[in-house]
């Protein structure tokens, strides 16, 4: 379960600050800029077997708390929401502010719902759960920055130029 969770986060990080990478560093980091959407799907995907294993200890009768299902059960609607809206044109149903609320809002409850996994107790594991999650939460904090800093130098440039 706890692979399954660090592996979705890369995905899910990639296309989050993928593009504020692009943005503040250049070329480099251009293909994760463009392929924001596939990495998004990339992880959709590794949610659904994440899920899996959520479903599999359900059934054997280790069930996390009903909190946990509201909780985490609303970032993953919201993920398979943004997949399904990212199809063909279907987000245009939205309208260009409707889909850019729905992908701000999506995708910062998910990066609020990975950091409240990671940071959650860090020290009941010991030195080595600390170890473990510490890279993963510092990265959930960093991401939001580079977005910003990213908006930053748009704005930025925008005003160099009027």
Same mark, same amino acid.
């Given at each position: 379960?706890?692979?399954? #969770? ?21 070329? #480099? ?15 959709? #995907? ?29 970032? #993953?609607?919201?993920?398979?929401? @943004?997949?399904?809206?990212?199809? =063909?044109? @279907?987000?245009?149903?939205? =309208? ?58 748009? @704005? ?7």
């Amino acid at each position: 379960l706890a692979a399954t #969770a660090r592996v979705q986060f890369l995905w899910f990080w990639a296309a989050y600050a993928g593009g504020a990478l692009a943005n503040l560093f250049g070329p #480099a980091f251009l293909p994760l800029k463009r392929h924001g959407r596939e990495f998004g799907l990339a992880f959709a #995907a590794a949610l659904l077997v994440h899920l899996g294993l959520v479903g599999w200890l359900c059934y054997i009768g280790a069930a996390p708390g009903r909190g946990v299902f509201i909780f985490f059960g609303t970032a #993953a609607a919201l993920a398979f929401l @943004l997949a399904a809206f990212s199809f =063909g044109e @279907l987000h245009t149903l939205l =309208g260009p502010r409707g889909w850019r609320w729905l992908r701000f809002v999506g995708m910062n409850f998910i990066l609020y719902a990975f950091f409240t996994d990671f940071v959650h107790n860090p020290l009941h594991g010991g030195t080595r759960h600390l170890v473990e999650y510490l890279p993963f939460a510092a990265m959930t904090l960093l991401a939001p920055l580079l977005r910003l800093a990213a908006w930053a130098a748009r @704005l930025r440039s925008i005003n160099q130029q009027a």
